[in-house]
């Protein structure tokens, strides 16, 4: 938790499409995910990712989310997409997350008995740990996750994922106070097909959320 955070950012996960990625940049998206994990509803080829990650202004991070991938898959993702950071997803130890050498997200999938200190402590390099919920299929799931579970002191960056929506994630944003959250079901009309004004009122909500912890901490 961060109370300090400026500014919660925002990453949209499991793009597909270019009028998707642009609909997400204007939004306000921070960060935009795409999925090369092939079993996955939104899974885009390592090429296509380029495609659309050539879209992005800067300022705007592309995010290569891999679930349990061989190291050629994570190269060829990273030939088409250099400046990706990584987002691991599955049951990757922390040598195969360390192993390509460039930043990365670890996702955590959250149930009773996750240890995220220790989680943190085994992936000090990790950029933050991305707290989803424990679904079938590893994500985008849509499902929330009981975010109590979530321990205080957590030494590292969170980004709050699982379930969140534009109607959910000012609840979120103001009981986990995370560095960033992550969306993607709760922003698309079908699975990989987002929805440019759920996308808008998501990242508002985000800044509505913003605007009320400020104001809480500023005791008005
Ligand atoms: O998005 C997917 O289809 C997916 C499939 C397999 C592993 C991970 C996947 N997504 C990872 C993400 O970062 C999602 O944004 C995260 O699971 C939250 O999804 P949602 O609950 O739908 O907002």
């Known amino acids: 938790m961060n109370p300090l955070t400026p500014r919660t950012r925002i990453k949209i996960c499991g793009l ?43 300022f705007v991070t592309p995010v290569l989310l891999f679930v349990n991938a061989t190291a050629d898959e994570i190269a060829a993702g990273l030939a088409a997409v250099p400046q990706a950071l990584l987002q691991f997803h599955g049951d990757e130890p922390p040598e195969a997350c360390t192993a390509p050498g460039r930043p990365y997200l670890r996702a955590a999938r959250m149930a009773p008995g996750v240890d995220l200190l220790d989680l943190a402590a085994r992936h000090p390099s990790a950029q933050a740990l991305l707290l989803d919920a424990h679904v079938e ?44 959250v992550d969306v993607s079901s709760g922003v698309e009309s079908a699975k990989g097909i987002k929805d440019a004004a759920l996308m808008h009122c998501f990242c508002q909500a985000v800044r509505e959320a913003d605007a009320r912890v400020a104001q809480a901490s500023a005791g008005t």
């Open 16 to 58: 597909t499409r270019e009028a998707d990625v642009d609909a997400a940049v204007t939004a306000g998206a921070d960060a935009i995910g795409f999925v090369l994990y092939p079993k996955s509803p939104r899974a885009v080829t390592a090429a296509r990712a380029g495609d659309l990650a050539r879209r992005l202004p800067p």
């Open 137 to 180: 299929g590893y994500g985008g799931g849509g499902k929330a996750f009981d975010w109590s579970l979530i321990p205080p002191g957590v030494p590292c960056p969170v980004v709050l994922s699982g379930g969140l929506n534009p109607a959910s994630v000012i609840d979120g944003v103001m009981h986990v106070r995370p560095w960033a």
